[in-house]
């Protein structure tokens, strides 16, 4: 049977926009032929107790045994109890690094046109540990915890990354002279697998220095990697140069060969339910599934529809300035298939 032939990928629509864009996904999907089935997991209403969160269990174990999958942005729900729905699948999955892709689009002017870098931000520790005490009153700690092993793991897939990417250069982020412990195990750990990727230049940028040269000449870059905050912030500068958060997709890679797909932005419940939302960073998180799965053809001629769209400027949603809906610059996209 054809249903033999195709990959099946969990699907979280999750919430606000999630749904609205998730649908011109699978429209998209649809449209260009794409041989995936989705298997369509949502938030749960209550907590479960095994993973104590409003994730299911069975939705934990669908990407466990597809080992991809797409999700839309999740609203972590207010009260006592549970875990953040996005930690939860972090740790439960251990999607150990984030790949954030971020290049200018052609025809949508921003102050660079020539922005091509890849941001990879380690994902399981560093500031993001959740170990927070009060030691008396009016002191408070916070551990930043560094492994070596969480580090070669980022830094080997940096470098593999870059590698199997034809990237050149990878440059390790910090503030090593001044978090001399944490940072500078990070920072020999990336050494150490530098070591084994003769071919990829290797280099370390100090993490306030490197602001001021994204900021000023963002084509100093090519792969950059770093501990879980300072990926955060700098990956969130990186989408500010190229048009915002409706346009940067990411990759979380786990244990296991599992992949993770989603938008870098929230649920966006200003504009949920609308038609308004901008479907082009879920698009090209899904397109970078694709990638994974060695889907490039398929991967490719989406994108292409995306950009042409994009550049034409006939259909852009409101954060583009346009005034297209949701539905309207789905249509368009798949017009450009
Ligand atoms: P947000 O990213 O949802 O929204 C920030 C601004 O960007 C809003 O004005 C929104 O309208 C706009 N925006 C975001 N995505 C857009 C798109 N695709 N098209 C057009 N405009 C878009 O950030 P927030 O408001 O701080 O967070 C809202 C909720 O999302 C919170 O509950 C937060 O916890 C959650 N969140 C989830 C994720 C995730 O699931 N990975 C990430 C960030 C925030």
Known sequence: STSSNLITATLFPGDGIGPEIAESVKQVFNAAEVPIEWEEHFVGTEVDPRTQSFLTWESLESVRRNKVGLKGPMATPIGKGHRSLNLTLRKELNLYANVRPCYSLPGYKTRYDDVNLVT??????????????????????????????????????????????????????????????????????????????????????VIDNCCMMLVKNPTLFDV?????????????????????????????????????AEAVHGSAPDIAGKNLANPTALLLSAVSMLHHLDLNEQADKIQDAILKTIAEGKYRTGDLGGTSTTTEFTKAIIDHL
């Open 120 to 205: 990879i931000r380690e994902n399981t520790e560093g500031e993001y540990s959740g170990l927070e005490h009060q030691v008396v009153r009016g002191v408070v700690e916070s551990l930043k915890i560094i492994t070596r092993q969480a580090s070669l793991r980022v830094a080997e897939y940096a470098f593999y990354y870059a590698k199997t990417h034809g990237r050149d250069r990878v440059s390790a982020v910090h503030k090593a002279n001044i978090m001399q412990k944490t940072d500078g195990l990070f920072l020999k750990c990336c050494r150490e697998v530098a070591e084994k990727y003769p071919e990829i230049k290797y280099e370390e940028v």
């Open 224 to 260: 950059l990697v770093m501990p879980n905050l300072y990926g955060d912030i700098i990956s969130d500068l990186c989408a500010g140069l190229i048009g915002g958060l409706g346009l940067t997709p990411s990759l979380n890679i786990g244990e296991g060969g599992i992949a993770l």
